[in-house]
């Protein structure tokens, strides 16, 4: 029993011995040592109007947190990413624009220019007066 008794107490010894566990303190964000342009970069790009500045803030931005080492980095680069993704979509939305009005001036659609079927096509088919030709 007495084995059992040292076998015990050494386990007792054990738990004792752990050191209980700390509270962990949160580090809380330094808002301080944020890049401000990498901040107008997400902000102009969010909203789809600005997609230049943000491209060009953008890259400021990182050019920036390179050299000094503050935090921002993915704002910069979200924001410069989006905004190459907004201009290529108003170039693109130009450039189908474009096409599209060279294939109805051309009359590719069967519409002459200038000529009535012309006339009610960019009036939006109003009545549909078929018959009165």
């Known amino acids: 029993m007495a084995e059992k008794k040292s076998e015990a107490e050494a386990n007792t010894e054990a738990v004792q011995e752990t050191p209980t566990a700390l509270p962990v303190e949160k580090k809380k964000f330094d808002w301080t040592s944020l890049n401000t ?11 789809g109007i600005g997609a230049l500045i943000a491209v060009i803030t953008g890259h400021i931005a990182l050019k920036q947190i390179k050299a000094s080492g503050e935090s921002g980095r993915t704002l910069a680069l979200t924001g410069t990413v989006l905004g190459y993704v907004h201009l290529a ?15 109805i001036l051309s009359g590719a659609f069967g519409l002459q220019p200038m000529g009535p079927e012309y006339f009610e096509f960019e009036r939006g088919f109003g009545g549909m007066h078929f018959g009165d030709r």
């Open 37 to 47: 342009l990498a901040v107008v970069s997400l902000a102009s790009a969010i909203s």
């Open 89 to 103: 979509g108003w170039i693109i939305f130009g450039i189908l624009g474009v096409i599209t009005k060279v294939l």
